[in-house]
């Protein structure tokens, strides 16, 4: 039937496409433009599990839609953290078996998500436990979609911040991620603010260019973690093909071009990058860029790389004190269930690293 697959006999899933995307399908189904409408609603502001729910929807056709096709493209397998902590850990499978996972975040009144963008990473980042999975797949725009909307049913509160933080680099699924985001987006749906949305790189120059070019309001935040190319080619085998000069080029041209600061990502890991002069080389390196700068303490996931003492974040924090841009030190929350950044990773058997 229409809604399956032909390659894999697979249900196709709602969840990731657009109002028109489904205005085709329905028409194709025999159905009017505005039952894709009532389904695109229920979808991305109702909050429901089946199709049983749909309660404007016939019940002939909502049969129909549950033989030929599915709502959810992930099932959630497991949550790590009790219902009141302030992060939470979720686990999801994909149809295919793949395992992901993302983080619901609370501090304050700001509800943040951490969503996956494909199963593992091919960037190999030596501090990043996500990186000793590998490279496995690209997600599909509803399996990235499909976080949130799991995410938000379990938040006590509307979720006001997503980030694309958590597995994969979301540059090497570009056109995805940018849909997703989209969706995410939506007025007529989700209704999150482009401006409440962070796409993160760890540095794939012809995406920020493109991702410049194509003038997306969402913020940009790209992983810094050292001062010089060797420094950086230590941990981020990426540097050797996106060099540290043409990577910080590429984030001046998008303050051009866009007109929004972008965001550097900088893991601090000890006796690696975070001494006095690494700090004074950060301010030569950035210069009159304006942007915005994230010193975050290394989460340690077993392996050779630590977190600073106390006393050496001080001593570099206090070296970046009086500079032209803005610098803020994130506390990954979440650490205690390896939900901090870089921590998030499933091994072979799909259960949680720990």
């Not at 699924?173 to 962070?198: E, M, P």
């Not at 309001?217 to 941990?235: D, E, H, P, V």
């Not at 085998?237 to 041209?253: C, E, F, R, V, W």
Request: positive net charge.
């Amino acid at each position: 039937m229409f809604m399956f697959n032909v390659k894999t006999n697979e249900k196709v899933h709602w969840i990731g496409l657009t109002r028109n995307e489904m205005r085709e399908h329905v028409a194709k189904l025999g159905q009017p433009h505005f039952r894709a409408d009532q389904i695109y609603n229920w979808i991305y502001s109702g909050k429901i599990k089946s199709f049983q729910s749909m309660a404007n929807i016939p019940k002939s056709f909502r049969t129909v839609l549950g033989q030929t096709s599915g709502i959810h493209p992930l099932s959630l397998v497991k949550i790590t953290g009790e219902d009141s902590s302030l992060t939470r850990k979720f686990l999801f499978r994909l149809s295919t078996g793949e395992m992901i996972e993302s983080v619901l975040m609370q501090e304050g009144n700001r509800i943040t998500v951490c969503l996956s963008s494909q199963v593992g990473c091919a960037m190999d980042c030596d501090f990043c436990a996500t990186a000793k999975m590998g490279f496995q797949k690209n997600l599909s725009v509803g399996e990235i979609v499909d976080q949130f909307l799991f995410l938000q049913q379990e938040s006590e509160k509307k979720i006001t911040n997503v980030v694309f933080m958590g597995m994969g680099e979301p540059f090497l699924n570009y056109a995805r991620v940018i849909k997703a985001a989209d969706l995410l987006n939506q007025s007529d749906g989700i209704d999150l603010g482009a401006r409440r949305i962070t796409i993160s790189t760890v540095g794939i120059i012809p995406r920020i260019k493109q991702f410049s070019k194509e003038g997306h309001r969402y913020k940009l935040a790209i992983s810094l973690n050292g001062t010089t190319q060797n420094q950086r080619l230590q941990t981020m085998p990426a540097a050797k093909k996106y060099p540290i000069h043409k990577l910080i080029d590429a984030a001046k041209n998008y303050y051009e071009t866009a007109k929004r600061f972008p965001t550097f990502e900088y893991v601090l890991m000890n006796n690696l990058n975070d001494r006095t002069t690494d700090a004074e080389n950060l301010i030569k390196l950035i210069g009159n860029l304006p942007c915005k700068v994230n010193l975050i303490p290394y989460n340690e996931i077993g392996g050779t790389y630590k977190r600073p003492s106390h006393d050496r974040l001080t001593r570099f924090i206090n070296a970046l004190k009086n500079v032209p841009f803005t610098v803020t030190v994130r506390w990954s929350n979440g650490t205690e269930i390896d939900a901090g950044c870089g921590q998030l990773a499933v091994n072979a058997g799909g259960s949680v690293q720990s």
